[in-house]
């Protein structure tokens, strides 16, 4: 007894928050509703409570166990509730809202009628009252729908949600129906510009527009815009009206059409809405009313150069010897026609009719000329004729014909003319019968004879002469003279060389081989023979024509420069070999020593040659070299050598038997004394330059030279030699260029360029040739180098690539730096070195997103937990297949969930971690799916809370006597009066007839129960 009232001082120290309890409450947490139960809905149970508290109006309570009131939750926006002790809220009625103003602990527990300017239905949750919409507005409380807004009336506009009146009138100028919501609407539904005619105030059409001005879209005056000059405008006016064509109005604010005044005389009013008349256009006339600038010009014939002319009868008449073709003329259209004549008023420049009111013709008449605008006929000067009409100027009048004088004007036929005098020359045009002004006749010339009526004087004929003017008949020429031309007036003296006989009209000249020497010869018997060393070879001369040729010698008597042998002469004719003949030589003359000619017909003595290259002429006279020049020496071109040792041949050169020069030792072979007529071959590691003089000369540093070397032969590029290194003998000896440097002419150039690779033999600063990264097989004379290869890095001068990182690519070659490595790209894997990106592996997936965990490179990622995947090629997280329903994928980086099933007393949805199965069920397989393959725990059997008993339910626990579990059991529960209950009880036994049964029976059969 005494550990039992310990007990219940015990439990009443730790009483439950969530229960009440009764007097007589043998437990802080009873569940009989006789002593106590849980705190229903809408109270809450303090610690001690004897009954529920209900929570406050404005709050609720959905579910019981309440331990204080803050499990009473106020009511939500557009609920309210204005009772305590409530498990839910009441809704906001239409028209009210319901709005905690206070944001106070407790909800709404009274609603608030719908302010103006707002409506309030029943179906806002947020329970805020709604505005009323632009282009509406609202003075009234509790409206309950949008509808009940009104809208903005004319002429007011509403522009902003809420309104409980309207913002305000429209503006000026502008037209507001209903429902506007800015002052100045143009959407033509809720307003508009005012129209074109009117104006508008206040939102509203206020009038007509007035009289003498015009209003278009937009006015908010009636005397918006004063009506232009030009325009009338009546009242109601949207744009000027303009004047009608042929009026003009030049004052602004016209308000009839009875405004616009006729246009006056010599003005025109063109087109409409004319200001200004402006004066008639010269060559026309206006008269009152005129709309045109061409509507009434002058007639053909006619011409007004002025502006402004008022009446047709100021035109004027086109002037004499113009013409005026055309209707509206200011000048004449042009000069008459040459050939013809215009009076005034012509209309033509030289058809019938051309004069107005005539039909007579214009041409101009025979003996008669009409240059270019003339009035009349001009006459035909004297010494000229006309037989022909329509002649244009004087130079056309056909002058006086040759032979014929004309001393008359206006002459029509040549027959009017008479014949020239004897001893006279009329030429064309001439005015008298013995003209001596040299125009148009002149008396006839000495040398000359002229019969009557002659048209030119008829000149002597050759022989013949005549000295005076006037002349009838010429004179035959006297012995001793000539008259070689025709028209000669004085006799010439027969000239030297030649003789004349009487009457001679071209001298006879003495023949070839003689000379004539005096003038005025009448016969042949005074021409005397050539000279001796001359030659005469033409006819009729006085001196001889030169000398005998060069190259020849000539005897007196000779008729040629270059006479031939004749019996009557020795040595007489060309020139002989190994001398030479100037011009008129009598004796040819011998060549010098050290010359020689081998042709006749020398002329001087550079027609002596020198003596040949390579040999020597001892004697004068020579046509052929005495020998030629001896061994170890040489005799030059031009140098005319009298012996065969000339010059001695130097050192470096050789001289055989006749050389005309030292000829330098061939390629490759030196000679180191004088006098020699062949050279030694130089030996290898050695160059012996042309023309060298000594020994020969070691091979540079750089160079090769092999045997009979010239000149030393560099090193091929791509290949080098170190600086104290000479004396190469071969190719071959020459080094292949160093890794990582580049070398041309056998020296080494510099480094590399970066983005390129040399192993070996590199000539270039940028190789382009394909190449072998292992060095031992580049062979000599290869260039292994070129670009840096794929997957690799080369800076300047690397000697070795170096490999790209692991997550980067480099799928082209010539990278030079670590940053020309490249992150690996999406759904790739990338490896150390290699340029070829493989696909990311099965159970990872490559994104390429670079951060902190990558270190600038990222690679394959581990698909995380509760994921997998089974393929290659994954490019993001999302491509991580997720683990299925019954699976538990707790390890990273899977290919297969075969292997990870949710183990058994649990449920996996396979995106998290195992949920066991809740109270009252069990799992005794692996791999369930969803809380439903979770089974009830079998009938007697219970299956308690998984935390409670620490482990998940894989089977039930069964159920010990006295007590029964019913499928699905939680825990234990006494067996129930009148039945009974034995061990795993799922269903009691009802207790027989003739016993009894208490709360808690495992049988029926104990003395206490009969």
């Keep these: 007894m005494p550990k039992l009232h310990t007990r219940v001082l015990l439990l009443r120290a730790r009483p439950d928050h969530r229960f009440f309890c009764s007097e007589g409450s043998q437990t802080s947490a009873p569940v009989s509703a006789v002593y106590g139960d849980i705190c229903p809905p809408g109270h809450y149970c303090e610690i001690g409570s004897a009954v529920p508290t209900p929570c406050p109006v404005g709050s609720w309570r959905p579910d019981s166990g309440g331990k204080g009131t803050d499990d009473c939750m106020p009511c939500p926006g557009g609920q309210f509730q204005d009772q305590k002790g409530q498990s839910e809220c009441k ?102 510009l005012c129209p074109p005619g009117a104006y508008c105030l206040l939102g509203t059409r206020a009038g007509e527009c007035s009289a003498g001005y015009y209003c278009d879209w937009g006015s908010s005056s009636p005397e918006q815009s004063l009506c ?88 004027l008449q086109c002037p004499a010897g113009m013409f005026c073709a055309r209707h509206g003329l200011s000048e004449p259209t042009g000069r008459c026609q040459d050939g013809f004549h215009c009076p005034s008023g012509a209309t033509s420049p030289n058809g019938t009719g051309n004069v107005i009111g005539s039909t007579g013709n214009s041409m101009c008449p025979p003996g008669h000329y009409c240059p270019t605008g003339i009035g009349s ?163 009729g001369t006085s001196q001889p024509q030169g000398q005998c040729q060069q190259g020849y010698f000539c005897q007196a008597g000779s008729p040629n420069p270059a006479p031939l042998n004749t019996t009557g002469y020795l040595r007489n004719g060309p020139c002989p070999q190994g001398h030479f003949c100037p011009s008129g030589t009598l004796m040819p003359l011998p060549c010098p020593a050290g010359s020689i000619r081998n042709l006749t017909g020398g002329y001087s003595i ?36 009298t012996t065969p040792h000339a010059f001695l041949c130097p050192k470096g050169y050789y001289c055989p038997l006749g050389s005309t020069l030292a000829l330098p030792c061939p390629t490759g072979q030196y000679q180191p004394n004088p006098g020699s007529d062949n050279c030694i071959p130089c030996r290898p590691g050695y160059y012996c330059e042309e023309a060298i003089i000594g020994d020969p000369r070691p091979c540079p540093p750089h160079y090769y030279c092999p045997a009979a070397t010239m000149v030393p032969q560099p090193c091929p590029n791509g290949t080098y030699t170190p600086l104290e290194v000479g004396g190469l003998q071969e190719e071959r000896e020459c080094l292949p260029c160093p890794p990582g440097k580049f070398c041309k002419a056998g020296q080494v150039k510099g480094l590399c360029a970066a983005g390129f690779l040399c192993i070996s033999g590199s000539s270039e600063f940028t190789p382009q040739a394909t190449f072998l990264l292992n060095r031992d097989q580049c062979e000599w004379g290869a260039q292994c180098a070129g670009l840096c290869p794929a997957g690799f890095y080369c800076p300047v001068g690397i000697e070795e690539p170096l490999s790209c990182p692991a997550n980067t690519i480099r799928e082209t070659p010539g990278a030079s730096t670590i940053h020309d490595c490249l992150p690996c790209p999406p759904r790739h894997w990338c490896q150390e070195g290699d340029p070829i990106p493989r696909m990311c592996p099965p159970g990872y997936y490559c994104d390429g997103i670079v951060d ?28 991580c297949l997720t683990c299925p329903p019954g699976t538990f994928c707790n390890s990273t980086g899977l290919t297969d969930f075969s292997s990870f099933l949710c183990p058994p007393g649990h449920w996996c949805s396979g995106t998290g971690f195992p949920v066991t199965c809740p109270a009252g069920t069990m799992r005794a397989q692996a791999g369930a799916a969803a809380v439903s393959q979770c089974e009830p725990c079998p009938p007697g059997t219970f299956c308690p809370h998984p935390r409670t008993m620490g482990q998940p339910n894989t089977a039930g626990i069964p159920c010990r006597a006295s007590y029964e579990c019913p499928a699905g059991s939680v825990t234990e529960t006494p067996c129930r009066a009148g039945s009974y209950c034995r061990p795993q009880t799922g269903d009691p036994t009802p207790c027989p007839a003739g016993y009894y049964c208490p709360e808690g029976s495992r049988t029926y059969s104990s003395p206490q129960q009969v």
């Design 228 to 315: 232009p000059p030009g325009f009338y405008c009546p009242i109601g006016t949207n744009k000027p009206l303009a004047c009608t064509t042929g009026t003009y109005s030049s004052v602004m604010g016209n308000s009839h059409q009875e405004n616009c005044e006729p246009c006056p005389l010599g003005y025109y009013c063109q087109g409409e809405a004319v200001a200004e008349p402006l004066p008639c256009l010269p060559g026309h006339f206006c008269p009152t009313g005129t709309s045109q600038d061409t509507q009434f010009p002058c007639p053909p014939g006619t011409m007004q150069p002025q502006s402004g002319t008022a009446s047709i009868d100021e035109c």
């Design 377 to 539: 006929p001009l006459p035909c000067p004297t010494g000229t004729f006309s037989s022909s009409p329509g002649l244009s100027g004087a130079e056309q009048c056909q002058s006086c014909p040759s032979g014929y004088f004309c001393e008359q004007t206006a002459m029509v036929y040549p027959s009017e003319a008479a014949l020239c005098d004897a001893g006279y020359v009329c030429i064309n045009g001439s005015r008298s019968a013995r003209p001596v002004d040299g125009l148009q006749g002149y008396i006839c010339p000495s040398g000359h004879s002229c019969p009557i009526g002659t048209p030119l004087e008829v000149p002597c004929e050759p022989g013949t002469y005549s000295s005076a003017p006037g002349a009838v008949h010429c004179l035959s020429c006297p012995a001793g003279t000539m008259c070689p031309s025709p028209g000669t007036q004085e006799p010439s003296p027969c000239p030297m060389g030649h003789f004349c006989p009487v009457g001679t009209a071209e001298a006879v000249p003495c023949p070839v081989g003689t000379l004539g020497q005096v003038t005025r010869a009448q016969s042949e018997g005074a021409c005397v023979p050539c000279p001796t060393g001359l030659y005469c070879s033409s006819p």
């Design 852 to 879: 902190y965990e990558s270190e600038g490179r990222p690679g394959p990622r581990e698909c995380p937990l509760f994921t997998y995947r089974p393929m290659s090629g994954a490019g993001s997280k999302g491509d």
């Design 606 to 641: 550079e027609s002596c040659l020198p003596c040949p290259a390579g040999h020597y002429c001892a004697s004068e006279g020579l046509d052929a070299p005495t020998g030629p020049c001896a061994a170890g020496f040489y005799c030059p071109v031009d140098f005319s050598s």
């Design 91 to 192: 809704p906001c009625p239409p028209g009210f809202h319901c709005i905690n103003l206070t944001r106070g602990f407790m909800g709404v527990s009274t609603p608030l009628v719908c302010p103006k300017g707002f409506y309030c239905p029943n179906e806002t949750e947020s329970g805020n009252p709604v505005p009323c919409p632009k282009g509406t507005y609202s003075d009234s409380l509790g409206l309950i729908s949008a509808e009940q807004c009104l809208v903005c009336p004319m002429g007011h506009f509403c522009g902003s949600d809420g309104l409980s009146e309207p913002s305000g009138p429209c503006a000026p100028g502008f037209l507001c129906f209903v429902q506007a919501t800015v002052p100045n609407p143009t959407d033509n539904s809720t307003g508009t």
